[in-house]
Structure formats: structure tokens, C-alpha cells
């Protein structure tokens, strides 16, 4: 149990410094924010060599937290969710 907590911990400062990165990304302009789901999620996955459920999460975060603003993005998470 002890090393399933520690496994968790990792990817928790994991996502922390991939999320922290990914806003760097948005402020600097370099990532494009009128993209759809699939082409943000792509763009994502290249940037930071994470899989399509990282991408999607990062994404999701990134939304939740107002960064990527964009309409269409935000159907097509709810989409997903639903």
C-alpha cells in the first residue's frame, strides 16, 4: 500500500509540473487556442510526449483553470464527459 501512495505522489507532481509547463506554453503565445479538441490534444501530446488521456487531461485542466479559452474546445470536452 505504502508503494501505491508513493506511485501516486510521482504522478501527482508529475501532472503539477506538466500543468505548470503548459501554462508557460499558453502565456508565452507559442500554443495555438483556436484549435479543436483533437488538434489541442495533439499539439499537446508533441509538445510533452504524454499520451491521448494525459493530452485529454491536460486540456480539461487548462479549461477548468480559464487558460484555454475557446468554444469549441469547451463542446467538445463536454462531450467527452458525458
Known sequence: ???????QNKIDIEDDELIEDAIKLLKSGEFKNDLNLQR???????RFRIG????FYLARVLRDKDLLVNP???GEIASELD
Do not use: F, P
Request: charged content about 25%.
Open 52 to 55: 491521448w488521456n494525459r493530452g
Open 72 to 74: 469549441i474546445v469547451d
Open 1 to 7: 500500500m505504502k508503494k501505491a501512495v508513493q506511485v
Open 40 to 46: 489541442t490534444i495533439t499539439m499537446l501530446q508533441r
